[in-house]
């Protein structure tokens, strides 16, 4: 797996079709799991063009369809 850096990160291990919550919706998500320095959670683009989500940085605001 790449990182947002650039950097090269083996997977360690993939849990399929987890549940990830946001407010209330449960969304099944493939979770890649790395060894990284700070815990953090990286959306890949195919998340968002499958539920046709919207990052809104300057409101902090997630938009989507579940």
């Known amino acids: 797996m790449m990182t947002i850096n650039g950097e090269k990160s083996p997977t360690l291990r993939i849990v399929?079709?987890?549940q990830l919550k946001i407010m209330d919706a449960l969304i099944p998500i493939n979770l890649y799991i790395?060894?990284?320095?700070?815990?953090?959670?990286?959306?890949?683009?195919n998340w968002f063009s499958?539920?046709?989500?919207?990052?809104?940085?300057?409101?902090?605001k997630l938009k989507f369809e579940a």
């Open 34 to 45: 790395v060894n990284l320095t700070k815990e953090e959670l990286l959306i890949g683009s």
């Open 50 to 60: 499958k539920y046709k989500a919207d990052l809104i940085l300057t409101e902090n």
């Open 16 to 18: 399929e079709n987890a």
